[in-house]
Every structure is written in C-alpha cells, then in structure tokens.
C-alpha cells in the first residue's frame, strides 16, 4: 500500500538530531516555556519577516486566539470559506461570532473574493482566508476588500506554512494586487496568521502544536496574554484566556525540522509537477491542480470530472494506492451548522470531484511512477 504521506524516512534521517534536541529538553527540564520556545518564535520570526511569533498548543488555538486578539467577539460576523477543515469555521463559532461562508473560486479551491464582497454586512468584522493544499489565497484582491470595509484578515495557514503568495493574477491583468506584497509569506500579509503543527502538516511536530503571527504589537500583546489564562502578569488575570502553550519539546523537533522545510516544500512542488505533466493525456477526465508559484503542495488534489469519484477512490484502493477525500462534507452541510444557509455552489461541486493523491518530500520516484499507472489505467 502507497500512503496518502509517509515520513518516515524523514524522520530517520533527523532521528540522531531529533534525540539529542529531545535529551537538551529532559536535561533542563523547563517543559513549559523553556527557551526551546522563544528559539523556534524567533527563527520563524526571522525567516518570515514578521515581527512577531507566538507558540500555541494548536492550529485551532492560533485560530481562536488570533481572532480574539483582533477583536472578534459576540455577534460579529467572519466570512470564511466552507470548503476546508472543520477548525476553521469553528475557531469563529467558539470566539461567539458567527461564521459566514462565501463560495470558493471556479478554477481552484481558495474563497473568491467577489463572493466575501456579497457576503459583507454591517456585522462583518473580519475575513478568514484559508490557503488550501498549500496554495495562497487572492491575497491582493483580500486586502483590498478588508481595507475597504475596515475588517480585519486572519489567515488559516495550517495547510500554507512557506507557501509564498505571488500576485493574484491567473485571471486577471495583474494590476489587481498590491505589489508590496509580492513573495510575502502566507500568514503575514493579513492582521494576523495561524500556522498548524499537527504532524502531518508541512512543518509538522510529534504532537499537536500551532502558531500566531503578526507584525501588529496589540494583537501580539493580546495574544500572549490569551495563551496564558489571559494574564500579563503572572497571577493577574485580566480576561478568560487559555492554557495554550507550544509544549518545549514540540518547540525543540520543529527547530530540529524547519531548517529542511524549504527543501521538502521544493520536493512536494516537484511530486506535483510530475503528477501535472502525467496526466495531461486525461485532461478530460481528472482537472490537475494550477503549479501556482509560492505552492507548498500539503495535498495534491485533483478534480475527477466524468466518472464517479468514490468509485475512483475504490478503484484506487484495490490497486494499493491510499487516497483522501479532503473534504467529504463542506462546513455549511456539518451537522454543527444546521441552522446556517450557504448558496455556494461551486463548494458543493468540488465537494463531489475531489480526491487527494499520495505526495510528499522526496517520495521515491517508483512510488510516483505506481500511483502515475494506476490513475491512467483507471481514467485513461
Ligand atoms: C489542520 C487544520 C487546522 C487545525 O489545526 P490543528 O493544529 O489540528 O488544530 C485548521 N485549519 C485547517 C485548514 C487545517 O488543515
């Protein structure tokens, strides 16, 4: 069987680093915000551009807490996007705001903008991008909307993390996004980002883990407090916050791993870059995803546009190739959100087409060539 991500030989390769960053952690003994924390802070900090860096226990976390931070609360509205992971919308919901889905564009999976436009009232407070399968949203066109109404951005990067953003323009005439932000990493470009360290994620840690960042000291300042029971000061609680701290020895593998991100992001875009060149012959029967520059590729996702999907998968499965579905049910159709309506149309559809391929850093080329056989003798 071919798995959907398979790191092990990862791991292998870091396993002395990793145990001798691990033994430091057992040796101080400062688990909770030893200095591992502030290094892997810092370090991100730095390679992203972005003046602040805070570690907290999740993606979910940074979700919520960056929007408080930012000021959402009761009664506010957040225009997100239903086509992604369940967290997302509800990081808004457990803020007590209300989560309002705009639909995705035709010829991707990101949220359009023209649709967060429709969907602005004046209870609208922020916009949460979500960079899906490690593609960057229309960030220009985003930010122009929110500086428009006065929202704030908060970006779901869970899936993003080194993705870059490179302009909004496969259809448009290049004008439309704001060119300061050319190559602006995923999460800094908005008020604030949220990155994931759940394992499976491109900088993924051994447990849960997540990130906020922001280049704006109130929202920072707010933030740290959040992740602390919501005091500055020790014993001093001001609001209700959270216990939500990056754990130090999670703190201590990303250091060890994030040095090999960009490699391994580089090696995700060339998986997919062979996927792409692969299945040109059945271009009228699987859509392959845009080689968008700044793509860090956490899925590859393709569209299955004439047969059944989950026959596909199926079909996929009796040939040892493991599969996903990312995602089954888009958030406005989740139990949760019964009482919330959605027209979005363009979710529902991709909801039904899509089926994520193995992929991940420096994935042997015979397991590619397998997967490569498989779909072609499926679809072709
Ligand atoms: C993984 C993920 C999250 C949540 O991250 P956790 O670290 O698992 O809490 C949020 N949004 C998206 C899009 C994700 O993929």
Not at 57 to 74: C, F, H, K, P, W
Request: proline share 5%; charged share 25%; hydrophobic share 40%.
């Amino acid at each position: 069987m071919i798995p959907i991500l398979d790191l092990s030989d990862e791991i292998k390769k870091l396993r002395p680093e990793l145990d001798a960053a691990i033994a430091k952690v057992l040796d101080h003994g400062r688990f909770i915000m030893g200095p591992e924390v502030k290094e892997i802070e810092e370090t991100i900090a730095k390679a992203f551009q972005v003046k602040h860096a805070i570690g907290v226990n999740s993606g979910t976390d940074a979700l919520v807490i960056a929007l408080r931070a930012a000021g959402t609360q009761e009664g506010d509205e957040v225009i997100t996007t239903p086509f992604t992971f369940f967290a997302t919308a509800e990081s808004i919901s457990i803020c007590g705001a209300m989560p309002v889905f705009a639909d995705i564009l035709p010829d991707g999976y990101n949220i359009d903008p023209e649709s967060i436009r429709k969907n602005i009232t004046p209870k609208t407070k922020a916009i949460m991008p979500v960079h899906l399968y490690g593609e960057s949203c229309m960030m220009g066109k985003i930010m122009d909307i929110a500086n428009e109404y006065n929202l704030k951005v908060i970006e779901d990067c869970a899936q993003s993390f080194g993705a870059r953003y490179f302009g909004d323009c496969r259809s448009c005439d290049g004008n439309c996004s704001q060119e300061k932000l050319q190559g602006s990493f995923t999460g800094t470009i908005g008020d604030a980002g949220a990155y994931s360290f759940f394992p499976s994620k491109n900088l993924g840690a051994f447990g849960d883990g997540g990130m906020i960042v922001t280049n704006d000291d109130e929202i920072a300042a707010e933030a740290r407090m959040l992740r602390v029971h919501g005091a500055k000061k020790k014993y001093h609680n001001e609001v209700l916050g959270y216990n939500s701290r990056l754990d130090t020895i999670q703190a201590a593998i990303l250091s060890v791993k994030f040095p090999h991100l960009e490699k391994a992001n580089q090696g995700r875009f060339e998986v997919a870059q062979r996927y792409n060149e692969a299945f040109a012959e059945l271009k009228n029967e699987i859509l392959t995803p845009r080689l968008t520059k700044g793509h860090v590729f956490h899925q590859y996702t393709v569209r299955i546009l004439n047969k059944d999907r989950n026959e596909v998968q199926q079909l996929l499965k009796e040939k040892e190739i493991g599969t996903m579905i990312y995602y089954p049910i888009p958030c406005h159709k989740l139990p949760v959100y019964d009482s919330i309506q959605a027209e979005v149309p363009k979710t529902d559809m991709a909801t039904k087409q899509v089926i994520s391929l193995p992929i991940w850093p420096n994935m042997p080329i015979e397991k590619q060539n397998k997967v490569i056989d498989a779909v072609k003798e499926i679809l072709g």
